[in-house]
């Protein structure tokens, strides 16, 4: 197995009860596991089960380990390494704030155009910029806007899936 | 059905009766008054639910762990809100640890006052949620019954565990309608019983072509049930394999049997450690290679394949990658294995197993658990030796503290019988085995019921002698008293320069006259002339007893395996050339 520590991204299929979430990320922590990102819906609404994205860094046999681990909780009723497994398809969002006037700011707005950002929010001093993308490019994006005026981030983590006819 | 209608406290006894539930084990308090209350109520009915009253959750706790590892039955426990629930953290580590089936119910305030810091609350679920499979917080009264069976579904099926269910005191005050345990199915746990056929054919092959094999079972197979211990036995002895076995495991398979080569690990027979250092396969049934039976990691059993039983796959390549895994219930497995092994015709190596038998017997003239019996002082190998020969006529059941007592009545008590033995392996918790001892008595009054106790650790839920006294559970308490907490001391001698830091108890009772007060009988032996006679009186007494067995306080455990070490690399003895043990094996516990 690879000793190399990545990111992985790790999908789990929960029953949506008081408490799930408290579990999966107790036991996480609990068992000395980290987590980059993690995000938490409802997918089902008649059957209550909700979707848990985390991303985590390590080799890939202690993600493993985890997810073994995460399998012991009784409400999880599958968890999947959607990256290794399923070469499955990450996106984030981030709502990216600039305030900056005249040069900076036209060069920003220039620059979403380029990512293909949304401005969602305007005032003469600063862009609220709406951006869809995989994790990097929405990395990428922020670092351009750090010379520009970057004054606040708000990203959802990521949520995933695999490619194909496969299911979860 | 009649009317089926009524308050969360009556729900509870309605529940509990319909998973046949007898036993309880609790205090109360506040919090769970409606549900004391109704025990009050049904005492005159057919539907009497034993109660047996503690003096600390924890020993509740523990008593229901005993209850529930002599009898295979779920354990149950009865507390109250805050105080009552932290005190049962202990007990619901240890049976998690463990794997022991346990439900726990605890009151909780009302739910008006959740997460207002009400008298006497505590975050029930929250705290408990790393100690137990599961648990639960009720909040509507139509939940309620619905949660009870899930609860002892989950608590009994899969790798079993302890459970809780809090209910807040208004829940048990209202009515509500009571569904029966038929018609609750868990929405999603389904734990795998059955291997996949295919991998157990591939580990017959290895079975079959293996020529230094040895089985190395564990609690799983006790877990499982007593199908499980017969197709252990009879798959054993199929192939003529030596078999050592874990802590846990001791009793699946006859301790006195000549198969059986001893417990392994840490302080486990030079022959058991031996044979799982040089073997070629390993048949893991039920064991989770724990560290107390690993040694050093990187030089365990370096070169064999391994075969690994278990039903929780997270217990699969978690510390040792196996070259076969099969994911299932014990007595599942093995039942398709025996039967696969028969039909396919499969035989082992004959002559190279006879090779294998005669490299182990010469590892077993070590004899590892050879000691020198003391002519005025009583050695506690010794007493455990005599306790044993005077009781194995007896069908005995054996609880334990934890210490050096613990590992000495593991290598000199020989258990024949699954069931028998119980002992805190996995969290270590002194205080276990005197509430333990109570509940195996609870499961079975008429049996003998001994208590193998270190004079530490039994001070830890002494108070639990007045259970003992006021249910009439002739309890045996036997303390190895060498004045030291035992193991502690040793790990100083070890590795800390033999600087005794805190481990010698000054001012410990007088342990007959501590039985006295009571109402227990304390009896005291000094010398090994007079201990054989002490033991009988001890074992012919209608009562509980506090048996003060005072020892050679120098004596330590024997063989070792210090920490950071493989196992070809034990020490056998205090003469034994002791090496440096590295900065790496200090840090180990």
Known sequence: ???????????????????????????????????????????????????????APGTEETVNKMISQLQRIVPVKRAVNVTF?????????????????????????????????KVIDTTHDSFVFELNGSPRKIDAFIDLMKPLGLSEVSRTGVVAIARGTEKM | MVNM??????????????????????YPGGAVLPIYDELAKTKDTNHQIRHFLVRHEQGASHAAEGYARSSGKVGVMLVTSGPGVTNAVTGLTDAMMDSIPL????????????????????????????????????????????????????ASSGRPGPVLVDIPKDIQFQTGTYIGPDTVKHKSYRPKLKANIDNIDDALK?????????????????????????????????????ITSTLQGLGAFPGDDTQFVGMLGMHGTYEANMAMNKCD???????????????????????????????????INKVVDVDVALVGDVAHVLEDAIKLWKSKVYKVNKSQIKDWWKQIDTW????????????????????????????????????????????????????????????????????????????????????????????????MCIQEMSTAIQHKLPVK????????????????????????????????????????????????????????????????????????????ENENVFPMIPSGKAHNEMLLGDETEKEEISDEGKVLV
């Open chain 1, 85 to 117: 497994e399923k070469q499955g398809i990450e996106r984030e969002m981030a709502l990216v704030k600039i305030v900056s006037t005249g040069e900076k700011r036209v060069e920003s707005m220039r620059l979403s155009d380029v990512f293909r950002a």
């Open chain 2, 364 to 459: 077993k003239e070590v004899d590892s658990l050879g000691f020198s019996e003391g002519k005025k002082t009583i050695k506690p190998q010794y007493a455990i030796q005599r306790l044993y020969e005077l009781t194995k006529e007896k069908d005995v059941f054996v609880t334990t503290e934890v210490g050096q007592h613990q590992m000495w009545a593991a290598q000199y008590y020989k258990f024949n019988k699954p069931n028998r033995w119980i002992t805190s392996g996995g969290l270590g918790t002194m205080g276990f085995g005197l509430p333990a001892a109570i509940g195996a008595q609870v499961a079975h009054p008429d049996k003998l019921v001994i208590d193998i106790a270190g004079e530490a650790s039994i001070l």
């Open chain 2, 103 to 154: 439900v726990c119910i605890s009151g909780q305030v009302p739910t008006h006052l959740i997460g207002t810091d009400a008298f006497q609350e505590c975050d029930a679920v929250g705290i408990t949620r790393p100690c137990t499979k599961h648990n639960w917080l009720v909040k509507d009264i139509s939940d309620l019954s619905r949660i009870l069976h899930e609860a002892f579904y989950v």
């Open chain 2, 5 to 26: 209608q009524m308050t969360g406290a009556q729900m509870v006894l309605k529940a509990l009766e319909d998973q046949q539930v007898d036993t309880i084990f609790g």
């Open chain 2, 206 to 242: 290895l079975i079959a072509e293996s020529e230094k094999p040895i089985f190395y079972t564990g609690g799983g197979v006790i877990n499982s049930g007593n199908a499980a211990v017969q197709l252990l036995r009879e798959f054993v002895r199929l192939t003529g394999f030596p």
């Open chain 2, 477 to 552: 308490i036997f303390i190895i008293n060498n004045q030291y907490m035992g193991m502690v001391r040793q790990w100083q001698e070890l590795l800390h320069d033999k600087r005794y830091s805190h481990s010698y108890t000054d001012a410990l009772p007088d342990f007959v006259k501590l039985a006295e007060a009571y109402g227990a009988k304390g009896i005291r032996a000094q010398s090994p002339s007079e201990l054989d006679k002490a033991i009988n009186e001890m074992i012919d007494y209608d009562g509980p007893v506090i048996f003060d067995c005072v020892v050679d």
């Open chain 2, 281 to 315: 396969l390993m048949i893991n049934i039920g064991a989770r290679f724990d560290d107390r039976i690993t040694g050093k990691i990187d030089e365990f059993s370096p070169n064999s394949k391994k075969i690994h039983i278990d039903i929780d796959p997270s217990s």
């Open chain 1, 1 to 55: 197995m690879s000793e190399l520590i990545s990111k992985h991204t790790v999908s789990v299929l929960v029953d949506n009860e008081p408490g799930v979430l408290a579990r999966v990320i107790g036991l996480i922590s609990g068992r000395g596991y980290n987590i980059d990102s993690l995000t938490v819906a409802e997918v089902d609404a008649e059957k209550h089960i909700s979707r848990i994205t985390i991303v």
